[in-house]
């Protein structure tokens, strides 16, 4: 009995301390049952919305509640940066157990004010921060916005400028956010140093850099200022720039930067270790390749032997990319490695393809235009919704887009996205910024061709927004009085024809010989004939009255009159810019007959060429090549209007205005004489040019040139030549040229130098 009644107690005593043990280990988990929630509280609100927590927390009616999810929960709160402190507590309301958050909220941002910002507006600084008024504090958001600030002073120039912050309570739950501003002077670079290059000067590797030295210009410009964004950046165009000239090992060390004791100037050090110049010892072709080998070696511009390049192997990866893409292998993928040779400077290049499925376009939409008809984009399209996809289709599209000049400069941009499911279909999203396409001009000044002048014109280039022109310009000066009015449609009824005309009205008296009005208007037609060519017809109505003749010899008879002329022309224009070109080409061949009726009649052929090519860094050459023959028909005189004499700011520069060209002998009834330009029936020039930069951000670059050219017979032929230099400014009027030309050969004492200014681009 003793014994079974001492089982019993062992019993009850192990079930005792094993039910304990259980509870203290329960106690100790991360994840003890607290309570099961009836209801969760927030208190402490003001300005928080309390939707704003309750969406945030896992604690919610009916859950049971453990010290994890408790944890979790005041992290999430803590978590919308709204509150200094959070409490949770359990409540106990009749049998409901209630979850009670207390918070206590941070106070508001009633103002930001800057002190010490001269340079920079206030409302400049605030639109680039994330703290605004009336924000909740939040201290890592204004620690950002100090550095954001720091940033914008960069930019201008101001590298050593200082920028802190105070709170001050005007309230107990408001508070005001003052930034101090201390700027110092601009810094502005007085010396660029490099060391250690042997294969490139110092003064062509400034030029790659954005980062310049103060110079002669730069108060026009940011030339000069220090910026560090710019200057880290300016490292790996160096880098860049020594890899594409075979330098593969090149490396640009760590900068020396000093600032001047009165914080003023810094000057800058770079080492740069340039290591051996590579070539190319072998290319092989690798993984799954789709073409002949000789026909990859055929395309891409990297040979065996070549000096290595950087961006040459960029362009053949992006040229393999495309020829596969072309295939239909959207997502297509060119792989390179590069083994250098042991003991020698050279390098084997190996391309691997990897080529993935053929796929399709699908949907093509436009976004972002709200004026452009989304039909002005698509026609320019070379894609075809459910056609295969083709990579180059796809860039020249693109290229075309951006072509029109409706959009901002580099904001075209071509998504390709795959719809969910279809990963062998590609939709394309075309995303444009429209810009301002209307122009407003207005200028007046001083021409050594016309003397003083002023001119006002007005353009639409997106008429309505179906990419149509519409343009009036006016010009008055001494010599010249014109005005134009045209419109061009550039897809007449949604086909690829260009229909467009002009009224116009010329007075031009710049001849010493005579002075003459011409009035007209012309109808254009054109045609795509291949990619980047055109075929044009125009016709032509053109009425002269000669108003006053200072030469005897001109046969007003002949002058006066309708010229009734027919136009047809092929161009070819693959220039990149055709503004401001800097590479490609324009070619225009074409002939003109007068007689079909009116009062004159000619034959005339025109031959135009123009070649730009990008040197080396901004240093541009332009070049030109122009001629044209008039031919007589029926024996019918050919009006000296129409003629030709060369010399002044359009072709020869060295020269006078029509000081080039066969002269004649007019006698008056006094008996005196004066030699005129009776000009030719036929003129050919060409110019060569070296245009670069001066000050880039003003829009001002140098010029050195050369031209030499003939008016007369096409038979006796005498070349004129000359050289010279100039500036040109990039106004908002126009191109501002101020030249300097001087004659070469015989008649370089005679002529003397000639100085020119003119508004508008020579070609």
């Not at 700027?183 to 670079?189: A, L, P, Q, T």
């Not at 310049?212 to 160096?238: H, P, V, Y």
């Not at 010892?281 to 390049?309: A, H, M, W």
């Not at 010029?703 to 990039?730: L, P, T």
């Amino acid at each position: 009995m003793i014994r079974n009644h001492t089982n019993k107690i062992l019993i009850v005593l192990f079930a005792f301390i094993f039910s304990q043990a259980l509870i203290a280990l329960e106690d100790l988990g991360p994840r003890k049952r607290l309570f099961r929630i009836d209801g969760v509280r927030i208190k402490g609100l003001k300005k928080v919305e309390k939707e704003a927590i309750l969406e945030k927390i896992a604690s919610k009616k009916g859950l049971r509640l453990t010290n994890y999810i408790l944890k979790k929960d005041i992290e999430k709160i803590y978590s919308l940066k709204y509150f200094e402190w959070v409490q949770a507590h359990h409540r106990k309301v009749g049998k409901k157990d209630i979850l009670e958050f207390i918070v206590k909220e941070k106070p508001i941002i009633s103002k930001i004010i800057f002190e010490g910002n001269d340079e920079i507006d206030e409302d400049d600084l605030k639109a680039e921060m994330k703290t605004k008024d009336f924000a909740i504090l939040d201290i890592n958001t204004i620690k950002n916005d100090l550095e954001t600030i720091r940033k914008q002073y960069e930019e201008k120039g101001f590298y050593l400028a200082r920028v802190e912050y105070d709170l001050k309570e005007i309230a107990q739950d408001s508070l005001e956010l003052v930034f101090k501003v201390t700027e110092y002077d601009k810094v502005r670079v007085k010396k660029v140093t490099f060391l250690g290059n042997k294969a490139f000067s110092d003064l062509q590797l400034q030029d790659i850099m954005e980062t310049r030295e103060e110079g002669l210009f730069s108060f026009m410009s940011e030339a000069g200022n220090f910026k560090e964004f710019n200057f880290q950046t300016d490292i790996e165009r160096i880098k860049y720039f020594y890899k594409t000239k075979g330098y593969l090992q090149v490396n640009v060390g760590s900068p020396q930067i000093t600032v001047s004791e009165d914080k003023k100037w810094v000057f800058i050090t770079l080492k740069i270790t340039e290591g051996p110049k590579f070539s190319i010892n072998s290319i092989t072709f690798n993984g799954e390749v789709l073409f002949p080998d000789p026909e990859l070696r055929e395309k891409i511009s990297l040979k065996e032997g070549d000096t290595y390049s950087e961006e040459a192997l960029r362009k053949d990866i992006q040229l393999l990319t495309e020829l596969y893409q072309d295939e239909g292998y959207a997502f297509a993928n060119v792989l390179r490695t590069l083994q250098v040779v042991p003991g020698e400077n050279k390098v084997d290049v190996e391309f691997s393809f990897e080529k993935g499925k053929i796929a399709y376009f699908g949907k093509i939409s436009v976004k972002g235009n709200s004026k452009t008809r989304d039909k002005v984009v698509r026609r320019e399209l070379l894609i075809r919704e459910g056609t295969k996809f083709s990579g180059s289709k796809l860039r020249r599209s693109k290229e075309n887009v951006n072509r029109l000049g409706f959009f901002e400069p580099n904001s075209v941009v071509f998504n390709t996205v795959s719809p969910k499911g279809k990963d062998d279909v590609l939709d394309v999203e075309i995303q444009v910024k429209e810009r301002n396409t209307g122009q407003i001009s207005l200028g007046a000044g001083y021409s050594t061709a016309t003397g003083g002048f002023m001119q006002a014109s007005i353009a639409q280039n997106n008429f309505r927004g179906l990419g149509q022109n519409l343009s009036f310009s006016l010009s008055l000066s001494e010599s010249n009085k014109s005005f134009n009015l045209g419109f061009t449609e550039p897809y007449l009824f949604d086909t690829k024809w260009t229909a467009g005309g002009d009224i116009f009205r010329n007075s031009n008296e710049t001849s010493d010989a005579f002075s003459y009005k011409k009035e007209g208007f012309d109808l254009r037609v054109g045609y795509p004939i291949f990619d980047y060519t055109s075929l044009f017809v125009t016709y032509k109505f053109e009425d002269t009255k000669i108003k006053s003749a200072d030469d005897p010899t001109i046969d007003e008879e002949v002058e006066n009159g309708i010229a009734s002329s027919v136009n047809v022309a092929i161009i070819r224009d693959k220039r990149n810019n055709k503004f401001e070109p800097s590479a490609g080409y324009y070619l225009r061949l074409a002939t003109e007959y007068a007689g079909v009726g009116g009062d004159k009649k000619w034959f005339k052929n025109e031959f135009d060429s123009r070649y730009f090519y990008n040197v080396w860094g901004d240093l541009v050459f332009r070049s030109r090549l122009f001629a044209s023959k008039l031919e007589v028909v029926d024996g019918k005189p050919i009006p000296r209007s129409e003629k030709f004499a060369l010399g002044g700011a359009r072709n020869l520069r060295g020269y006078g205005y029509e000081a080039i060209g066969p002269k004649s002998i007019a006698t008056y009834s006094d008996g005196s004489t004066r030699e005129f330009n009776s000009r030719g029936l036929f003129s050919t020039f060409a110019t060569v040019e070296f245009e670069h930069p001066l000050a880039r951000e003003a829009g001002l670059k140098w010029v050195v040139f050369a031209d030499a050219g003939h008016a007369g017979d096409y038979d006796n032929m005498k070349i004129y030549s000359d050289y010279g230099f100039g500036f040109r400014w990039f106004s908002p009027i126009g191109v501002l040229r101020f030249e300097f030309g001087y004659p070469m050969g015989d008649e370089a004492d005679s002529q003397g130098s000639q100085f020119h200014f003119d508004i508008g681009q020579l070609f």
